[in-house]
């Protein structure tokens, strides 16, 4: 899959079959998020790779807006640095092992942004970083739409030059 048929085809995939994600694949995921461009090349993200079934539980009792993880077969916890450009940064590394994943034929979700703070002990992640995100993976559990997305019409959200003038 090219990367143009990847972002317009993504979707949001909160059930997952029982199906282990190849450990190669899971090294593709990865490497994606590690080889993203950060600023200064600071590279201010952890990822933590979470395969074990109990912990894969316990993490979706602490993520509030999260309970499937527990049914994923992966998931990936994205900690930062707190530093000014670390959220954004580390956002590019999730978008990149979650198109990646994708074009891989398995499925993924954002989990968090906020209320992940029983994270850090589960996983002893150093009070010196943040957790951003938990991303779980793993082959959707029903057929996805691929491209059928509701989205605003780019003449809505697009513009050239200036404010008012539509980008069509």
Do not use: C
């Not at 190849?22 to 990822?47: C, Y």
């Amino acid at each position: 899959m090219d990367v143009f048929d990847a972002v317009r085809t993504v979707l949001a995939v909160r059930g997952y079959q029982e199906k282990p994600v190849p450990a190669d694949t899971v090294r593709k995921i990865v490497e994606a998020g590690r080889l993203t461009a950060s600023s200064m090349n600071r590279q201010p993200w952890h990822f933590l790779v979470v395969e074990d079934r109990d912990m894969l539980k316990k993490l979706g009792a602490a993520a509030q807006t999260g309970p499937y993880i527990a049914q994923a077969p992966l998931a990936i916890v994205v900690a930062i640095e707190k530093t000014p450009f670390a959220v954004s940064d580390a956002s590019r590394a999730i978008q990149s092992m979650i198109l990646t994943a994708w074009a891989e034929g398995i499925g993924s979700n954002w989990v968090g942004f906020m209320g992940l703070d029983g994270v850090h002990s589960l996983l002893g992640i150093p009070d010196n970083l943040d957790v951003l995100a938990i991303i779980p993976f793993g082959y959707p559990a029903q057929q996805k739409g691929k491209g059928l997305k509701k989205r605003k019409p780019l003449s809505e959200v697009a513009h050239r030059e200036r404010f008012s003038q539509p980008f069509a």
